[in-house]
């Protein structure tokens, strides 16, 4: 009797699990998303206003298809209770590259590149000193606060996974605002960009976390990285044409630093927003 029990709870597990992945159109390719586990995907129905405040930190280089929050975080949005939203992960793709087939070579090359622009990193970080700044002066508008926001530090760790489909890298992000009261903090986190290649696409996996979460970061990448490849089989055509992708790469870093930055303060703006909803 056992044995039928635990069949069938396996059966409705293998039958249930795939109501909660999604389809969505990339440039005409279909991508299945399937969430990380113990994730689940913030919507505008969850958390408008907490939805809006993630996209508006979204590179705007760069398009959104599913941003992931904890379970835990997830039940405490609902509950209209605060959340620290230090682990999250989100999925996107370059808005000018929606539509493009990759071919052998030219994923070879964008890895190549993406390499290449870690090592130049400070044009890249003034861009996202100066896009951060903006979102932060309409936030102070919106909620009456003043951030202090002072910049951003960053530093990038070498390539830490590479295969056909994959390349993936780490970044520290540094950066000072004020608290609740007004006093200058630092706040750190750590950020995993993954470059992936699903079904013919040039997809952005990024794992948001904080100061000790690195090695989270990664594990939790390349969890998600296998999930999204076995739903999504390579589609790769043959074939070695080369063009220019180094802003593609300096993109891919732009939005890993705002997205990082984000990790940082999700949780100190969402308490704002909610300290001012209750008075």
Known sequence: MTKVVSAVTCLWLLVSLPCFSKDVEVGGAIIRIVPPNGYVELTADDDKALFDLFRQ???????????????????????????????????????????????????????????????????????????????????????????GFDGMKMSALPVHLENDRALAFSTKVESTMNDERGTPITYTGM????????????????????????????????????????ANPSRQLDGWFFDSWSERSKNALLAAIVGGLLALIGGWISDRRRRKSVK
């Open 57 to 147: 930190f979204v590179a705007p280089t760069n398009v959104e298809y599913a941003h992931f929050i904890s379970n835990e975080d997830f039940e405490r949005v609902r509950e209209g209770e605060k959340a620290a939203f230090a682990r999250r992960l989100s999925v996107q793709v370059l808005r000018t590259e929606q539509d493009l087939d990759l071919t052998i070579g030219k994923f070879k090359k964008l890895k190549s590149d993406q390499r290449r622009e870690l090592s130049e990193i400070s044009t890249v970080l003034k861009e996202a000193n100066k896009y951060v700044g903006e979102q932060f002066e309409s936030l102070e508008s919106e909620f009456d606060v003043n951030i």
């Open 191 to 230: 950020v995993t960009t993954t470059l992936v290649e699903l079904n013919g696409r040039a997809m952005l996996l990024y794992a948001f976390g904080a100061e000790g979460d690195l090695e989270w970061t990664r594990a939790a990448s390349v969890k998600w990285m296998n999930e999204m490849m076995l």
